[in-house]
């Protein structure tokens, strides 16, 4: 791949930054409300115009983006109202425990959804394509606050055995058993979407696949059904699924939102809420800024590594 | 791979297995801010109540009981009071507990420009010094007679020697990963987003702490907190009514009651001429079935309310006053008398033919409130009250509406120290007296209920006050609420108090 297209495609991230920079900013100062530290009706005149001054709400609305974008440029995102420490701290903090879930969701929707696909758009109609459609509707119409608690009330509940929430008990830190007990039902929930997603992409691609006239000939060339079906057709059919997938990993990253709330995991999504909530401006500006950071990079992963599944878009490139 | 498998899920039901037993577990929503000076949300003040004794706690008759002062005086008619402080305190971190700590934290609490978000609470204090090293000196002002109560509400004392010269609220090492206290548990381990683990403090000057620990875990969704509690992952969660449901056929929990220093109400805003005469307010208290809200959205969880002193006040609360009872007829019948009365199509107007019309706001997200809210404002509707319900988030509503005086009417609620003065909400041009209430006799009673020292003689003082809000309401006050405790049934010790304040005793509380 040739350096001046990474640079370019380097180059218009930092544009996209900037402007999802200013969108974000103006879009959070014209949200009605205010910071919460502010918001609490028992607070007195003289504590409330402190708290106002301290976080540099006193300035005019162009002072304060003079000075977020010069600390922007300088790699400073600001203090976080809520937790008094540098936003990339902040998301720092959280941002690995995010990690683990989503690369957790995204390592089983890929073992499950890719297989599962495949199989489907290979045997269209038949009794598990049917019943694969049926269910991964379900899964895509399902609120996933309902599933997740459904989940936590049967096995935390009723049977017991796995924990409704957390990441660890407490004082088993860094216990990879009790790590991966918390980890199954985030998983499960958060992957059941982009599976049911995922799975119906791949079917699509495969039956696309599965119809192209090259597969007729090689077919009518004798060529046995294990090696058209590998060979054949799953090279030619994964490369709308890596999109698909490419697609999944910034909401897996910033769209947990839900899912980590629940499961009181202490990753992106639910820091995300809670800086929505407590408008803590300098927090949302920067988990913006991080998720559109991330959001570039995949897209620029994925375009990397299309070369590498497609011959075709090397010498295209 | 069957046998692999089989392993690995035997051994994670035994993971499981084995949490340690004697170690209650309680929730907060987000992490806290374990500085009781700058703590902005009740999670921060929770945890901070187990961590940083003040002078003085609330007994189970929410009077004032020794803590770190051991003693103390009230002399110069109430203005001076002296504390003789207990001796042989010891920090978390081993240095000495000393009168200066409790200059030092009274001192930061009264200079505005700390950050501290208590400088309301204390601004009576003229003068605050050490005498020596076990007793220290407050002068006020002017006499305050809720000083006391809330020297044990949320003025946990902290240490001189690590805060001296910090900015308050930025101070990260203390505020969130090692705060040191002199509470009968200290902080052992702060995981960000997750849990804060307490350990019992072995140099604690009090009853030796019966737990192994407390930990609180961050848990945001009410949902998840019932479901935890259901599994053993926590010990005690404070719900709402509507949560009940899924509690009532668990034999391992138990719903405690206890008595809330809360008034829910409907505030108006007295710039809006509509509710200008004192008749308007004192007809929506006819007509509007409070018994109706207590019993249906509230499952009855409330005490019936008078005025704006609750009941949970036991030693102010007057029983003997008759509380305004449903009566639409009367409602009518007083809103006639000032001027309104219902047209050919039921609608209330005033002489020339404008409607009663104004907006309801509630937050957002409470089914307790909006289901409250819908309740009065159908109410108002049947007496001809043109009444729009606006639902807000709760940011929105006090920030842009409730502070800056644009709204007609919201149902609120104010939480107040276990005290009944609410100068502060009721006097002409008070701080929290976004109602705009204003009334020279309130005015004169609020002021002397805060001023006079005796308790039978503020007795008399509120109960006139209760007496005066029946014809002239500040608010509608709708209901006086209970905090419901559902606790799991080996955990014993907790006073019958609030989760606020039997967290001051937690030294006493055990898992059995």
């Known amino acids: 791949m040739p350096v001046p297209y990474i640079l370019r495609r380097l180059w218009h991230a930092l544009i996209v930054l900037a402007v999802v920079c200013v969108v974000t900013f103006i879009v959070v100062r014209l949200a009605p409300g205010g910071p919460s530290l502010l918001a609490d009706p028992n607070l007195g005149t003289v504590e409330r115009a402190a708290i106002a001054e301290r976080l540099g709400l006193n300035d005019s609305v162009p002072e304060q983006f003079a000075k977020f974008a010069a600390g922007v440029v300088r790699g400073d995102l600001g203090t976080s109202f809520l937790y008094g420490t540098p936003t990339l701290q902040v998301i ?166 839900v899912t980590e709330t629940i499961f009181a995991w202490p990753g992106m999504g639910r820091l995300s809420v809670e800086a929505a909530l407590g408008r803590d401006y300098p927090l949302i500006l920067a988990i913006t800024l991080v998720v559109a950071l991330a959001v570039v990079l995949f897209n620029l992963l994925v375009d990397l590594l299309y070369p590498v599944v497609d011959p075709r878009v090397r010498t295209e490139a | 791979m069957r046998k692999a498998l089989l392993a690995l899920g035997v051994a994670l039901a035994v993971t499981g297995a084995s949490a340690q037993s004697n170690v209650l577990k309680l929730p907060l929503i987000n992490d806290p801010i374990m500085n009781p000076l700058v703590a902005p949300d009740l999670g921060s003040i929770l945890v ?9 706690r609330p007994n189970e008759d929410l009077q004032p009981e020794p803590d770190l002062a051991a003693s103390w005086r009230v002399t110069n008619n109430g203005l001076t009071y002296t504390f003789n402080l207990r001796q042989n305190v010891k920090w978390h971190d081993g240095q000495p507990f000393t009168a200066d700590d409790v200059v030092f934290t009274f001192k930061t609490i009264i200079n505005p420009q700390s950050g501290s978000r208590l400088v309301s609470d204390f601004n009576s204090i003229k003068d605050v010094v050490a005498v020596n090293r076990n007793t220290v000196r407050f002068t006020l002002s002017k006499p305050f007679a809720p000083f006391l109560i809330l020297l044990g509400h949320n003025a946990g004392i902290v240490p001189k020697h690590l805060l001296e ?39 604690y000057y009090g009853a030796k702490p019966k737990l192994d620990g407390i930990t609180f875990r961050v848990v ?36 405690k009651q206890a008595d809330a220093v809360q008034h829910f109400l409907v505030f108006f805003n007295l710039k809006n001429p509509l509710f200008k005469d004192a008749k308007v307010r004192q007809a929506m208290q006819y007509a509007v079935n409070r018994k109706a809200i207590i019993e249906g959205v509230l499952r009855g969880y409330a005490d019936y309310p008078v005025g704006t002193i609750p009941t949970a006040l036991r030693a ?102 276990p005290d009944p003065d609410q100068y502060s909400y009721y006097a002409t041009g008070q701080s929290n007296n976004q109602a705009f209430y204003s009334n020279s006799q309130a005015d004169e009673l609020l002021r002397r209920g805060r001023e006079t020292t005796s308790l039978a003689a503020r007795k008399i003082i509120y109960t006139n006050l209760q007496r005066l809000e029946l014809t002239d309401p500040p608010v509608l006050v709708l209901w006086y609420p209970k905090e419901l405790q559902a606790i799991r049934r080996n955990l014993t010790g907790v006073p019958d108090l609030g989760i606020r304040d039997a967290l001051r005793h937690s030294e006493k509380f055990d898992l059995r």
């Open chain 1, 92 to 257: 720092g903090q959280r941002l690995p425990n995010t990690l683990l879930l989503a690369g957790t969701a995204l390592l089983v929707t890929v073992l499950v959804a890719v297989p599962l696909g495949l199989m489907c758009g290979l045997r269209p109609n038949s009794l598990l394509d049917r019943l694969l459609s049926t269910v991964s509707l379900v899964f895509v119409a399902v609120p996933v606050f309902w599933f997740a608690l459904m989940l936590i009330i049967l096995f935390a509940v009723v049977l017991r055995v796995l924990p409704a929430g957390g990441m660890n008990a407490p004082g088993m830190e860094g216990n990879l058993l009790d790590s991966l007990r918390h980890l199954i039902l985030p998983t499960l929930v958060l992957a059941s979407a982009t599976i049911a997603e995922v799975l119906r992409y791949t079917r699509s691609s495969a039956r696309t696949a599965a119809m192209q006239d090259y597969v007729r000939t090689a077919k009518a060339k004798g060529v046995g059904p294990l090696r058209l079906q590998y060979k054949h057709i799953l090279k030619n059919a994964l490369l709308p699924v890596l999109t698909a997938i490419g697609l999944q990993l910034p909401r897996l990253v910033g769209g947990a939102a």
């Open chain 2, 165 to 203: 010269g910090k900015d308050l609220n930025n101070y990260n090492a203390f505020n969130r990963q090692m705060p040191i206290g002199t509470g009968p548990y200290k902080v052992s381990r702060v995981v960000p987003g997750a849990s804060i683990t307490l350990v019992p403090n072995p140099d």
């Open chain 2, 48 to 56: 901070n109540k187990v961590i940083f004794p003040g002078l003085v």
């Open chain 2, 220 to 255: 945001p969704d009410i949902n998840t907190q019932v479901a935890q509690l259901r599994s053993g992952e926590l010990d005690w969660v404070n719900v709402e009514p509507f949560n009940l449901a899924a509690l009532q056929n668990d034999p391992n929990v138990r719903i």
């Open chain 2, 316 to 417: 102010y609360f007057n029983k003997s006053i008759k509380p305004v009872q449903f009566d639409p007829n009367r409602a009518l019948q007083i809103l006639a008398q000032a001027g309104w009365k219902r047209n050919a199509q039921g609608t209330l107007v005033n002489a020339k033919g404008e409607p009663f019309k104004f907006s309801l706001m509630v937050d957002r997200g409470n089914p307790t409130r909006e289901q409250a809210a819908l309740a009065v404002q159908q109410d108002l509707k049947r007496i001809g009250m043109d009444v729009t319900l606006q639902t807000l988030e709760f940011g929105t509503l006090v920030r842009d509406f409730l502070l800056t005086g644009k709204y007609d009417a919201n149902l609120i609620w104010w939480t107040t120290a």
